[in-house]
């Protein structure tokens, strides 16, 4: 963990009350773009990745008018000794929580000849390790608070095994039912949890799809995730036409399924 003291956010007025907000993969595509959209609505943003070259120059962009809204944290999600103090600093530095966001992961080629348990064991570390050891931070403390909003960045593809990427489809589908698994915990607790389920999004990522299928830009999945947190939609598939397209899959015959060439 390497985390950046030498900024510091702008104190909020008392009369303007401010959201705060926690970004997982921030540095990057969706993360990336969603940290752009909440900074319009005026959030605090504590943004966590790898790669300190691209979080300092989106905190840059974003705090370029003067807001100070946003604070970076160099972190790599395979590192989960170091999160249980990254989120305290994190919530600290920020004055309180509000939305907490898991949006890193990791996907490898689409290839049905490809065997690799070692990418097959980084991508479940990345994509559902690394989310477990954050939301269970974020989801105690907003169950002792009684509010807060957790949101994790699934994908369509976790709807069902596609034989050329088994491992990424089983850590989102992973994933999605641990994120149902707190959803049922913490509602009664006055938590939202929203599964956010993306198609095809033109990020980095979308090199390793075996075709592509009418992708959309990251900015235009931000504002269609930011719709579903304002909504505090428990599933929101981005865009929407992908909840069509997920019925049909999760309700195929297994022989049918293996059929298609997904």
Request: aromatic share 8%; glycine share 8%; with cysteine.
């Amino acid at each position: 963990m390497d985390d950046v003291t030498s900024q510091n956010l702008l104190s909020p007025r008392p009369l303007e009350p401010r959201k705060n907000a926690i970004i997982i993969g921030a540095s990057s595509g969706i993360g990336e773009a969603l940290a752009r959209r909440l900074a319009k609505e005026g959030y605090a943003l504590a943004l966590v990745a790898r790669r300190e070259n691209l979080l300092r120059r989106l905190c840059e962009e974003i705090n370029a008018d003067g807001s100070h809204q946003a604070i970076y944290f160099v972190h790599d999600v395979l590192v989960t000794v170091d999160v249980p103090n990254l989120f305290q600093k994190a919530c600290a530095v920020l004055g309180g929580l509000d939305l907490f966001v898991y949006s890193a992961g990791v996907q490898y080629p689409n290839d049905a000849n490809s065997f690799s348990g070692e990418n097959d064991s980084h991508t479940f570390s990345v994509n559902l390790i690394g989310a477990a050891t954050w939301l269970n931070m974020a989801a105690e403390r907003f169950q002792i608070a009684g509010s807060g909003h957790i949101v994790g960045i699934g994908s369509v593809a976790g709807d069902r095994g596609r034989r050329g990427m088994p491992a990424y489809t089983a850590s989102k589908a992973g994933l999605h039912t641990y994120l149902e698994g707190w959803r049922n915990r913490l509602s009664r607790y006055g938590v939202t949890v929203t599964t956010v389920k993306p198609g095809q999004v033109a990020t980095a990522l979308l090199k390793n799809a075996d075709r592509e299928r009418n992708p959309i830009s990251a900015e235009t999945a931000a504002e269609l995730i930011w719709k579903a947190i304002k909504r505090r939609r428990t599933i929101a598939y981005v865009p929407a036409r992908w909840a069509f397209v997920g019925w049909v899959i999760q309700h195929l015959p297994g022989f049918i399924f293996r059929r298609l060439n997904i």
